[in-house]
């Protein structure tokens, strides 16, 4: 299992990747505690999409904003949709949908930056975090990889749009795989089997026509074919349904939660 490990700031709870500080990027996955919440009491829900308080959830990213050290109307953030369509966030980008979800940025399930102090935020409740940083420049990215995403490719999109813009190599990518479901919770149906032929071997059999899906496995499988070395790679293995006391999880709360925020920037 890669470092994977949760830190204390400002009274809240982060997950986070140790080996990531050296490169330059301050990141982290906000937990469920510490905040407040109409939604789920005592919770620290970062999304304005899912029937929270508008006010709870705000102040609930300017509490986690001050952890981390990031201007709140900086963050940036996009109406994920479980698709494969990455945004460069220019300055003309920065802060959208940071304090009005009308504003955020459309149809989106992914966004990348070379600007720096400029936080990607995206929101998550089982789906998968993936962040990739450029070692070597100022290239940084964050995708949302549910199975939709995930089977089309989107981490690797996201690879692959940080090489066409800033000429960042393969080999100098290093991805982060944050809390997400795991294999051992995440069973799926045969639709999910028939849209997924390129990762079949990520797919472990449950009960008839059922299998258990192993997204960490479709994610990594997807990076090191478009060439980023395998130990660049890394994964929390860490799943929020068998950890619900940690963060939300959809499938555990049977839809009605809150969501946890994974957020990176270079400082």
């Not at 089982?126 to 995403?149: E, F, Q, S």
């Not at 960042?168 to 069973?187: D, F, L, R």
């Not at 009960?207 to 899906?213: D, N, T, V």
């Amino acid at each position: 299992m890669a470092e994977f490990a949760f830190k204390t700031c400002n009274s809240l709870e982060f997950g986070y990747f140790p080996s990531l500080e050296k490169f330059g990027v301050v990141h982290g996955f906000t937990c469920r505690t510490g905040g407040s919440s109409d939604l789920v009491p005592g919770g620290l829900n970062m999304a304005l999409h899912v029937g929270d308080t508008k006010e709870k959830v705000l102040a609930n990213r300017i509490q986690t904003a001050k952890a981390l050290g990031y201007a709140p109307e900086k963050a940036t953030t996009c109406a994920q949709v479980h698709g494969n369509n990455i945004i460069v966030v220019t300055k003309e980008l920065v802060g959208r949908g940071a304090y009005d979800y009308a504003d955020t940025i459309k149809d989106t399930d992914g966004l990348v930056t070379d600007l720096s102090q400029v936080p990607l935020m995206l929101f998550f409740a089982d789906c998968v975090p993936v962040m990739l940083i450029d070692t070597k420049g100022k290239g940084i990215a964050l995708v949302h990889a549910g199975w939709r995403g995930a089977v089309s490719n989107i981490a690797a999109k996201g690879a692959q749009l940080l090489h066409d813009r800033y000429g960042t190599e393969m080999k100098n990518i290093v991805a982060a795989i944050g809390p997400s479901i795991g294999p051992c919770c995440y069973e799926v149906d045969k639709s999910v089997w028939d849209k997924a032929k390129e990762f079949h071997d990520c797919f472990i059999p449950a009960r008839e026509k059922h299998w258990f899906l192993n997204l960490w496995q479709v994610n990594t499988e997807q990076l090191e074919k478009l060439g980023i070395p395998g130990e660049n790679i890394l994964c929390a293995e860490y799943c929020t349904k068998d950890h619900n006391d940690k963060y939300f999880s959809y499938r555990a709360e049977q839809g009605k939660t809150g969501r946890l925020a994974a957020i990176i920037y270079r400082s």
